[in-house]
């Protein structure tokens, strides 16, 4: 590898290609893809060390817009092409794009189980509840009664919740933004820092196929109400004064679930509001079932809780294996229970190392 | 059209035995520890210097309800002092533990061949489990064979009570009674299995005790049995060392062999490599094999599911090493998008298929050679791969190594296909000397090319460069959508895609350049007919033809190894002869490809019992075509 001198902080147009950009004009993608570009001069990344695997539709586009690494693979198993790319070289960032289709239809058994092994990787699931590339079919995340073209008279399946399904799934990092909130590069860059598998549900407004789906919390008026910005340490507030008032979550600790109440005063402590802790995994399971009744939609880091990653574990086990033994091919063909042939057609049994003879 | 005839016919069985070979099949319940048994016999009967072959034949279930006919386990070696290449057509000896063995295997005995049966097992119960109205021992049934019953149980009970052990446990002791009655028969050493049990059961030795107290007790037996009122004594055969060439031998399996040349020829690239596997019969034994070899720069990953395991080897290629996947018939079919993404991303890839029956989940412990079709043409597109067969175990060896040149060479998915019998049979093997194995170092590209970066540039074996992540001033993008010439950027245009359709037709089939002719392995180019195998089928083909040419007849063997894309003379070469007979495990899958490939009167002979060629099906074939 070339060893380069530290070149100059990046700026995010390093990190734009010269291909067309090919999504709808307005689309959320367009947000997205440009807090990444400005999120990966922040965090430090090198274009040849990153690399952006993605899947089918159109959040999988993503990696041909970024001046990196890109591999745009087939529908739903960019987890499991990823899982390769971060065993062969542990060194590579590696970054999932994803959509709700892509990651939770078609290639649910591989988010799952890229989640449960923890592989160090960013996971950006975009959130449109929509297949968009195929032109609007209703998705496993579409709201009950969706219709489309595929549910003319309405979908009738229980939509997947990608954050649930995250944190059911054993990821030990959970996140959520939206594509056009300011907070979206804080949350990446949470994302990376995380080591181990970091899932990040991104709502994203498919302008064409499934507009504002999203408004009831994502609309600039009445966010306050209806969005909770977590923050690691700090109460769980949102509202405010010039709305409906300063509300808090706080334990109903006779039923075992969360609460909304009113923060007079701003004496939350007085109204018992919790304070985020992202390694509360209890907590982390029911915030991300929100929203639902009074309840926000849960924003920001939900849970941050490292473990050791998966490439590390077969990296140690490879060397703890391969301790003390050389890599002799002519050794190991020559294995097992032998015997010679010699000139006279003489015979003997060598008794060669091991007796690893299996039939 | 020919098919294989089930049932040996006298005249066919008189015919079959060589001398110099005897055929030997143990035959017991699933639990009885035949395939132990058999591989045991192997191997005390390699180290004794003869030329073998192996043919384990065992239900798919795991543990078959006991005693029942459709949970026989059987095991069939062929040994000798001459060329051994097939596991024998019809067994001079059957080993069999209870009825339902005797059943399920008598009709394939040669007439006057001997039954070595366990009178023990014989009771009602088990008599109506394998479905006999009457003891066949008795009944006079068994007369065209000769019968050695005794109580093996009893006996082996017996010669283990010293060691009190359970009577479960004591009856498990009866494989071991066999072998050592079968060793004595072949005069075969019982050292290698005494030094085995006692490693196996290191941590409980009065089991390895009892093992060989069980082992010596049959063979003891043999010196000294008197057969009451039967009139027959054991035999004792005595089999001349097989005149091989000078050198280091094992035994091998084509799992283990498929498992070495993986090694092998990631060594040959001077890459690691990654194998991304799913559990499936009978492909797993790659995976358990690899997993063991750490040290040789092997990462193996079991992964959620045979796409996931295609699509990990993928990402691991593109990262840099030699990504490998290895499954059977279903599983390759899952893979076969992901084949398509290797294709269209122009990755280097091993996908190795140890075929079994199809379709579906079919016959999944026997053997066939019915993805031919699947592997040549079985992806959406134009998806052209090389395709390449291993006709037996130590073959499977090299085959493995050129799988893993062809795709580091030409940047392309490889397809390997095996097959039940390979994976499974065992054979002598004469160690290779690794230095003399030609390398094939890979050189990735560490800097843009002249004038910029052009991922899908192409040198003269059209192949393009291997760029690494992590290589500075080369990022660039990939996909499964269409690539624009050289630069690899997305391109619908139709002018585009033609010039991409061509360009990985004429790579792959370029490859042809980078192969040997194909050679005769037994005959000569031109004559009357030409048999034309492929893969596990060489055995029974070459004795076949072995044998006809003995008895003068014009006929000739060829065997291709290289499926796709042929070797360049092949065409010219089938064209040499008046006839050609195709013996396949399928229906007709390389005739119709030869047939479409030379437009040649490629005639087939087809078997689908799920059970290899028997030479004699062969040698009649070539008869009735020269009548």
Known sequence: ??????????????????????????????????????????????????VFVSGIGCSSRFPYYVESYG???????????????????????????????????????????????NLNCQILLFNNEIYGLTKGQYSPTSREGTRSPSTPYGSVDHPAKPAAFALGAGARFVARGFDVSKNLPEVLTAAYNHKGAAFVEIFQNCIVYNKDVFNDFAAPKGAEDRQLWLKHGEPMLFGSDKTGGV????????????????????????????VHDVRNRSVAHMLVEMPFGPFPMALGVLYDDPAPSFEEGVVAQNRKASEGKKADLQKLLSTGQTWVVGPQTEAADTGSAGSGHEL | MASAAEIITPKEAEGALAPESVVVRFAGDSGDGMQLTGGQFTLSTALAGNDLATFPDFPAEIRAPQGTLFGVSAFQINFGSSDITTAGDA???????????????????????????????????????????????????????????????????????????????????????????????????????VAWLRAKFAKAP????????????????????????????????????????QGLYRTITGADAIAYGLVAGAQLAELPMFYGGYPITPASSVLHALSKLKEFGVTTFQAE???????????????GQLGVTCSSGPGIALKGEAMGLAIMTELPLVVVNVQRGGPSTGLPTKTEQSDLYQAVYGRNGDAPLPVIAARSPADAFECAIEACRIATQYMTPVMLLSDG?????????????????????????????????????????????????????????????EKQVNTGHLDYSPANHQAMTDLRRDKVLGIANGIPDQDVSQGQAGGKLAVVGWGSTFGPIHQAVRRARAKGQDVSHIHIRHIW???????????????????????????????????????????????????????????????
Not at chain 2, 305 to 318: K, L, R, T, V
Not at chain 2, 570 to 591: A, F
Request: glycine fraction near 8%; hydrophobic fraction near 40%; charged fraction near 25%.
């Open chain 2, 565 to 627: 894309p042929m070797p360049k003379n092949l065409g010219e070469l089938l064209k040499s002869y008046d006839r050609i007979l195709v013996p396949e495990m399928n229906t007709g899958q390389l005739k119709t490809v030869l047939r479409d490939q030379f437009l040649v009167d490629a005639e087939p002979l087809n078997k689908t019992s799920g059970q290899p060629f028997r030479i004699a099906e062969i040698e009649a074939a070539i008869e009735e075509l020269l009548k």
């Open chain 1, 1 to 50: 590898m070339n060893d380069m001198t530290p070149p100059q902080k990046m700026t995010p147009k390093d990190w734009e290609t010269d291909q067309e950009v090919r999504w709808c004009p307005g689309c959320g993608d367009y947000a997205i893809l440009k807090a990444v570009q400005r999120t990966l001069p922040e965090i430090g990344a090198r274009p040849e060390n990153t």
């Open chain 2, 206 to 245: 009065e089991l390895a005790e009892a093992n060989i107290a069980a082992l010596n007790a049959g063979h003891a037996y043999g010196e000294t049995a008197e057969i009451g009122g039967s009139g027959i004594t054991l035999p004792q055969y005595h089999l001349d060392r097989a005149a091989q060439p």
């Open chain 2, 91 to 193: 067994p001079d000896v059957l080993v069999a533990m209870n009825p339902a063995a005797l059943k399920t295997n008598v009709k394939d005995l040669k007439p006057g061949g001997l039954i070595i049966a366990d009178s023990g097992e014989f009771t009602k119960r088990n008599l109506e489990k394998a479905k006999y109205e009457a003891s066949p021992l008795e009944d006079g049934s068994l007369s065209p064979w000769r019968v050695l019953a005794f109580d093996i149980s009893q006996l082996t009970m017996d010669s283990v009570k010293p060691f009190g052990l359970g009577n479960k446990e004591a009856l498990r002791c009866k494989n071991m009674w066999t072998l050592g009655l079968a060793l004595w028969m072949f005069d075969r050493s019982r050292e290698p299995i």
């Open chain 2, 305 to 319: 599911d045979e796409i996931a395991a295609i699509a990990s080897a993928i990402g691991a290629s593109y990262a």
């Open chain 1, 71 to 117: 591999f745009h693979t087939i529908h739903g198993r960019a987890p499991a092409i990823a899982t390769g790319v971060k065993l062969a070289n542990p060194e590579l960032d590696v970054w999932i794009i994803t959509g709700d289709g892509d990651a939770l239809s078609i290639g649910g058994n591989h988010t799952m189980h890229v989640l449960r092994r």
């Open chain 2, 421 to 481: 019998y390979i994976a499974n049979a065992a054979e002598p093997w004469k160690v290779p000397d690794v230095d003399a194995l030609e390398p094939f170092p890979v050189r990735f590209l560490d800097a843009a090319q002249e004038g910029g970066l052009l991922p899908y540039a192409r040198d003269t074996n059209l192949k393009r460069p291997w760029i690494k992540p992590g290589t500075p001033g080369l990022m660039h993008r990939i996909g499964g959508i």
């Open chain 1, 247 to 274: 509300k808090g979550i706080t334990l109903d600790r006779e039923n075992l679930c969360l609460k909304v109440v009113d923060v007079v005063d701003g004496d939350w402590q007085a109204a018992g509001v919790i």
